[in-house]
């Protein structure tokens, strides 16, 4: 009799479904209005509906993805086009010729072909990583010929650069071949961050030492390796449909 009396006090949200109480009017999830049959109520959540509607109807809204994608490397032209022209003229005026806005449009451009090789090659992993991985490094060739070749760009970036890219590639591949679940996300996540850290102190360590030498890294693989060989194993156990609530005896 409680559950039912407890029931009849509950109504439903039409559009996301979410359990709500009799005196609301409005869903605290979606927002969307939830009021009684009566005609004044009916008539506002026709209006409501429509002006919805016509928000959705917006010509941004009727875009596919790939006509977003080239719209906004066409702002992002645009904008970033519009900041090399306004640093370059400010360092004319103040300067009398070009000095640091070398710099700035030197960044501006790497950015500017990063965002190309995301706008076209988003679904083409392969292409993706090697254009941006070509167009940062450049950056960091270009950073070493501007400060008189202090060689830390091709010696020490360029490798740190390539680590980085290595390891995301792989994620995402592992991740694309075993399913975006939850666990495999956060397992393959926390190995990702290990081998980086083993990367970025083996590459630091023979650029100032001349020796390959790891310390703190070793601390976060062995931090690491525990907890992703349990997630490993309680993701194998979900495949074989193991009862998790039996084998951990809750």
């Not at 990583?129 to 760009?153: P, R």
């Not at 890219?165 to 961050?193: C, D, F, M, P, Q």
Request: hydrophobic share 50%; proline share 2%; aromatic share 10%.
């Amino acid at each position: 009799m409680t559950n039912l009396s407890k029931n009849n006090k509950m109504k439903i949200c039409p559009n996301c479904g979410v359990e709500l109480d009799k005196s609301m009017n409005f869903c605290p999830l979606c927002g969307e209005a939830v009021m009684d049959g009566n005609n004044e109520n009916i008539e506002y959540i026709r209006l409501r509906k429509q002006k919805q509607n016509e928000v959705l109807s917006n010509p941004y809204q009727k875009l596919s993805s790939k006509q977003k994608r080239k719209l906004f490397w066409e702002i992002s032209a645009i904008v970033l086009v519009s900041g090399i022209i306004i640093t370059l003229m400010i360092d004319l005026i103040q300067g009398g010729g070009v000095s640091w806005s070398k710099y700035s449009m030197m960044v501006i451009a790497v950015l500017f072909a990063n965002i190309s090789v995301f706008c076209f090659w988003l679904k083409r992993i392969n292409l993706l990583i090697i254009g941006s991985l070509f167009s940062t490094s450049l950056l960091f060739i270009l950073l070493d010929i501007f400060n008189h070749n202090i060689g830390w760009g091709i010696e020490l970036g360029i490798p740190l650069l390539f680590f980085v890219y290595l390891i995301v590639y792989t994620l995402l591949l592992l991740i694309r071949r075993t399913g975006e679940r939850e666990l495999n996300l956060l397992t393959y996540s926390l190995i990702a961050t290990g081998l980086l850290c083993v990367c970025i102190e083996g590459v630091i360590s023979l650029y100032i030492n001349h020796v390959f030498k790891l310390h703190w890294s070793l601390i976060v693989i062995a931090c690491i390796v525990p907890v992703s060989s349990l997630l490993l194993y309680i993701q194998y156990r979900l495949k074989k449909g193991t009862d998790l609530k039996r084998f951990f005896h809750i």
